[in-house]
Each structure stands twice: as structure tokens, then as C-alpha cells.
């Protein structure tokens, strides 16, 4: 697979924990939560953009319904996941929750 999603990502991720770590809040954990979730494809070495996007919003989806999270950190997680497709011009964009994050990568 090319690195070019994975490294955009990872990149637009790293920069909007670094922001969250001068005004720690809920997206340092959301970051956080994503960046585990990217690894773990990453290391399956998908092989295309496309494959890898599919088995991280498979992952993630079922991530978010099992794992013991409120609700308000689902939408978080979801609404920067969202924005981090957008700003690296994912489809997944459009088909992602609503995004309430300004940060740009």
C-alpha cells in the first residue's frame, strides 16, 4: 500500500494532538484513540488507499460499538475522524458524522 493515506493521516492526526497537548481536552484522547486504530491497519499493510480506508472504518465502527465509551466521546472520535478524512480528501468524508473540529493539518 502506499503511504500516502496512512502518512497523511498519521500527519494530520499528530498535528491535531500536538495542538490538544497546549490545551489539554477531550481530543488529546481522541487522537489518541485514532493514531491506535491507523497503527493497527497500517501494520496489515493493506494493499491499496482503498482497502486500507475500508478495514480502518470496519475497525473503527466496531471499536466504537464495543469499547465502553460515552456517547460524546463516540461523536468526538467519529466528528475527527471526519475532518481528518476531509483534510486528507478521503470519500469517507462524506459518509462520516458530522465534524465540529476547526483544527487544519
Known sequence: M????????????????????????????YCAYLLGHLNLVAAEQPESDA?????LQ??????????????????????LWKAVCGEIGSPLANRSSTSTSSTRC
Open 58 to 79: 470496519q475497525n473503527l465502527e466496531r471499536a466504537l460499538r464495543l469499547d465502553r465509551l460515552s456517547d460524546q466521546d463516540r461523536s468526538g472520535i467519529r466528528s
Open 2 to 29: 502506499s503511504e500516502s493515506l496512512i502518512g497523511a493521516a498519521e500527519h494530520c492526526l499528530r498535528a491535531r494532538e500536538q495542538a490538544a497537548l497546549e490545551a489539554p481536552d477531550d481530543a488529546l484522547f
Open 51 to 55: 482497502a486500507a480506508l475500508h478495514r
